[in-house]
């Protein structure tokens, strides 16, 4: 079974290359749900992978929803112009209309600068299609775009949650289009994804750390949050999703 891992930095991408990952989603600002990583950090990630797994940027250039402008969609063109010169082989993204079905023409748009700027890229649907009313119907649209996966935890709160719903999709994909478990998914889940039809899973395997010391002054965060927390790749955990995946 193939592993993906989110990663945000360098050092995660060379932690998911020693541990056994096939892929990496790369991105940055993982607590805002991830959006489209630097051309430094394209570069500084595929120097520490060294080669071992392919790297895939998400392209998505705001947080919040995927319902897209023409200017929001020309930035995120930009950027998989870049990254794939850069070497990504594939990108990751996904757009939806106000409804939340797949924006046809907004995606074919993003699909077609990809194929453009790299006739071999892999393109991956995000979970952009957890959000939609109908996920194996949108499969079937993804199907006719030409994308290569799409990442689902099956419209619920976790992809084991949503597992049956995943297989249905992979059902309707005929093997044409990869279904890629992934949203709220643990280590101990793999093993009833890999007893389903699914053949590839996605983590973030990530632990918070943070620099906050006791009497520190604080810089203050909007949520509450500690504002000296941030995620890494956990080395530990993608080991145990790679023993987990086989």
Request: hydrophobic share 45%; net charge negative.
């Amino acid at each position: 079974m193939k592993l993906e891992i989110a990663v945000a930095s360098a050092d995660g991408a060379g932690t998911a290359a020693a541990e056994g990952a096939d892929r990496i989603e790369l991105c940055s600002s993982l607590e805002l749900g991830g959006i489209t990583p630097s051309q430094g950090l394209m570069e500084a990630a595929a120097e520490r992978a060294h080669g071992k797994l392919e790297i895939h940027p998400l392209i998505r250039c705001r947080p919040g929803d995927f319902t897209y402008s023409p200017t929001e969609l020309d930035t995120m063109e930009r950027e998989i112009r870049m990254l794939l010169a850069q070497g990504a082989q594939g990108v990751v993204f996904g757009a939806l209309t106000p409804g939340g079905e797949v924006d046809v023409a907004a995606t074919r748009r993003l699909a077609e600068c990809a194929r453009n700027a790299d006739p071999s890229a892999q393109l991956t649907f995000h979970r952009a299609i957890d959000r939609s009313p109908d996920a194996v119907a949108a499969v079937e649209v993804l199907l006719g775009l030409g994308f290569t996966r799409v990442l689902s935890s099956g419209r619920s709160a976790s992809a084991r949650e949503g597992l049956d719903t995943l297989v249905r999709m992979a059902r309707a994909a005929a093997g044409h289009l990869q279904v890629m478990a992934g949203g709220g998914l643990r280590i101990p889940d793999i093993p009833a994804v890999k007893r389903s039809e699914l053949d590839a899973v996605h983590l973030s395997a990530k632990r918070q750390v943070s620099a906050s010391a006791s009497g520190a002054l604080s810089l203050g965060a909007w949520d509450g949050a500690d504002p000296m927390a941030y995620y890494v790749t956990d080395a530990a955990a993608v080991r145990a999703a790679r023993i987990a995946c086989g």
